[in-house]
C-alpha cells in the first residue's frame, strides 16, 4: 500500500494533543478551555475526516521533526490512526456540549479521557483508538457480507 504513514508522526500529534488538552483541563470550565477544546475538536474533525496527514501536527511533524530522524523501521495503515481521531472526536464534542450546557463534570471527564488515550500513546506508543479499530475490524464490523 502506497499510503503508508510512519508511526512517529500519530505519536508526535498525541503528544501535542496531550499538552492541548491537559491545558484544557487546567483551564476549565471557562472560556480559554471551551476555544482550546474547540480548536483540538477541530484537528480531530481534520484527521478523521480528511486523514491524519492533513492535521496542522502532522505538517509540524513532517517540517520540524521528520526531517531531523532517520527513517522509520517501518510504516503503518493510516485508517487505525485516522479511526482514532473519529474517537477523540467524539470526546472532545461531548467535552465541548458539557462545557456549553454547564455540565462541566461531563465535560471534565469527556476530556480526561481523551487526555488518557493520548497520553497512552504519546508516551508508549499505545493508541487505544487504532486497537479499537482492529479489534471491531477482526469481529467483521464493517465489512461486506460474503455472497453464498
Known amino acids: 500500500m502506497n499510503d503508508q504513514i510512519d508511526p512517529r508522526g500519530p505519536q508526535f500529534a498525541a503528544a501535542l494533543?496531550?499538552?492541548v488538552l491537559a491545558v484544557v483541563?487546567?483551564?476549565a470550565p471557562g472560556p480559554w478551555a471551551t476555544?482550546?477544546?474547540a480548536a483540538q475538536a477541530l484537528v480531530f474533525a481534520t484527521g478523521a475526516l480528511r486523514g491524519?496527514?492533513?492535521?496542522?501536527y502532522s505538517w509540524l511533524f513532517r517540517t520540524l521533526v521528520k526531517p531531523r530522524l532517520a527513517a522509520p523501521d517501518h510504516?503503518?495503515?493510516?485508517a487505525p490512526p485516522r479511526f482514532a481521531q473519529g474517537v477523540g472526536l467524539a470526546f472532545a464534542v461531548l467535552g465541548l456540549v458539557g462545557f456549553g450546557t454547564g455540565?462541566?463534570?461531563l465535560g471534565l471527564v469527556?476530556?480526561?479521557?481523551?487526555l488518557a488515550a493520548a497520553l497512552l500513546n504519546a508516551a508508549f506508543g499505545f493508541c487505544l483508538g487504532c486497537e479499537l479499530y482492529l479489534l471491531i475490524r477482526r469481529a467483521g464490523v464493517g465489512r461486506p457480507a460474503a455472497s453464498h
Do not use: C, M, Y
Not at 52 to 56: E, N, R
Not at 75 to 78: I, R, T
Open 17 to 19: 494533543t496531550t499538552v
Open 25 to 27: 483541563l487546567l483551564l
Open 35 to 37: 476555544g482550546l477544546l
Open 52 to 56: 491524519i496527514s492533513h492535521t496542522p
Open 75 to 78: 510504516l503503518e495503515d493510516p
Open 103 to 105: 455540565l462541566d463534570l
Open 110 to 114: 469527556a476530556t480526561g479521557f481523551a
